[in-house]
């Protein structure tokens, strides 16, 4: 029988999020950092190539740690989910490693296991209600910023001409992927695209 192996899993809501130190951790931990995978994209669902990369490896005795439950998912339902699939379909362990309380290797008996549950839901909760109410706060500010005539809405992205059409120059002849210059101009797949629908329209350069 393979002897089981250790991973991390490492997740940022945005491109501004650097995600070195939570790596760092996991390296302190002995990860291999072949096992380490990185998702840079947001909570909006799990169709992240390297969460399913790390889900595909996953076996029965393995462990996955990560540095907060929220790492899991961004809402009460998706994080209980996706301990379930870890634990119970796959069979492995994890360790949160801000919870010391939510790490499955220990007390593997019933009531271990009911207390690790219970925690669990009531922190996954806690982080959904919190994020609801960062969205109430924030849709509250914007009314009232919009009712003094003071709400300008997001400033309109940026992107430097000569560099966008090196770039995208690069993925029409082949040689680079859209997902390559994403990374490169920082930029998040819907604005990438209307910048390339633009330049599409402006040139004629239709596929």
Do not use: C
Request: no cysteine.
């Amino acid at each position: 029988m393979s002897s089981s192996v250790s991973f991390g899993y490492v997740r940022v809501s945005s491109r501004d999020q650097n995600e070195a130190r939570q790596i760092e951790k996991m390296k302190e931990l002995g990860i291999d950092e072949r096992h380490i995978f990185v998702d840079k994209e947001s909570g909006k669902d799990f169709d992240r190539e390297q969460y399913r990369a790390l889900m595909a490896m996953l076996r029965d005795g393995d462990t996955v740690y990560i540095s907060s439950i929220d790492r899991l998912g961004r809402n009460y339902r998706e994080m209980l989910e996706q301990w379930s699939a870890i634990t119970k379909d796959k069979g492995a362990d994890i360790v949160v490693l801000d919870m010391p309380l939510l790490d499955t290797r220990n007390n593997r008996d019933l009531t271990g296991t009911l207390i690790s549950d219970i925690v669990l839901a009531l922190l996954s909760y806690v982080a959904e209600r919190e994020r609801e109410n960062i969205r109430t706060r924030q849709a509250e500010g914007i009314a009232l910023a919009k009712a003094r005539g003071a709400y300008k809405g997001r400033k309109p992205i940026e992107v430097d001409k000569a560099k966008f059409e090196s770039v995208y120059g690069e993925v029409i002849r082949g040689e680079r992927t859209n997902r390559y210059a994403m990374q490169k101009l920082g930029l998040k797949p819907n604005t990438y695209y209307r910048f390339v629908n633009e330049f599409k329209t402006r040139t004629g350069m239709w596929e």
